[in-house]
Structures are given as C-alpha cells and as structure tokens.
C-alpha cells in the first residue's frame, strides 16, 4: 500500500521559516521524482516545487528564492524548506509522487503525479 504522510504544518508569522516532510512508504522511493503542491480556500491546487530522484529541482515564480526542496532518500523522506513566509502561502501543503519524465514532472501538472499525501496546513499570520 502506498502511504504518502506530510508533517510540519502550523501557524506561523509572517518573515517565519517551516519546514515539511513528506514521509513514503510502499514504492521505491529513490526512484520517485517528489512534487509539492497548496491549495488555498477557494482557489485551485497548484504546483509549488519538486525534485527529481537525482535531486533536480523546480519551483513556481512564487516561491522561488524562499522555498528549497530536499530528499533523503536512506529515509524515504522528502522535504520542502520554506523561509521568508507571507500571508498569502497560507493553504494546504501536499506532496505527491511520480514517475514520469522529469522534464515533464518539473512543469508541475498535477495529473502527472498519481501518488498524494493527505495534507499539512500551513497558516501564515500578518
């Protein structure tokens, strides 16, 4: 069974650094390319960042710079590192597994991933 657990959530001010995890179970995890994706109230799920099983990485304009994807893959576990937090990252924090082409995984289409966690709220306070 594959299991898909993100932790680390909370609420935090803004200027704030959190950092998730996204803990795997039952796939080869080091040969899984990793995506994080939000979705706040109201609006549609979208990509964040992500990192291939090599260890490329991609993120959206909206939190390149600030946010930082790592994976370790001894434990099955990829992170997503966010610093300099602003109100408007606040939504529900998803990771989600692949594996497909990492040129196409790293666009970010949710359909390319068919593994998903259940979810970390993140709430960022002004």
């Known amino acids: 069974q594959v299991q898909l657990v993100e932790s680390g959530g909370g609420l935090v001010q803004a200027g704030d650094s959190l950092r998730l995890s996204c803990a795997t179970s039952g796939r080869t995890f080091s040969s899984d390319h990793m995506g994080w994706f939000r979705q706040a109230p109201g609006k549609e799920r979208e990509f964040v960042a992500a990192i291939s099983w090599r260890g490329s990485t991609a993120y959206s304009d909206s939190v390149k710079g600030r946010f930082t994807c790592s994976r370790d893959n001894a434990k099955n576990t990829a992170y997503l590192q966010m610093n300099s937090l602003k109100p408007e990252d606040t939504a529900v924090y998803y990771c989600?597994?692949?594996?497909?082409?990492?040129?196409?995984?790293?666009?970010?289409?949710?359909?390319?991933?068919?593994?998903w966690g259940q979810g970390t709220q993140v709430t960022v306070s002004s």
């Open positions: 989600a597994a692949g594996t497909g082409p990492w040129l196409r995984l790293q666009r970010g289409a949710l359909t390319d991933y068919p593994y």
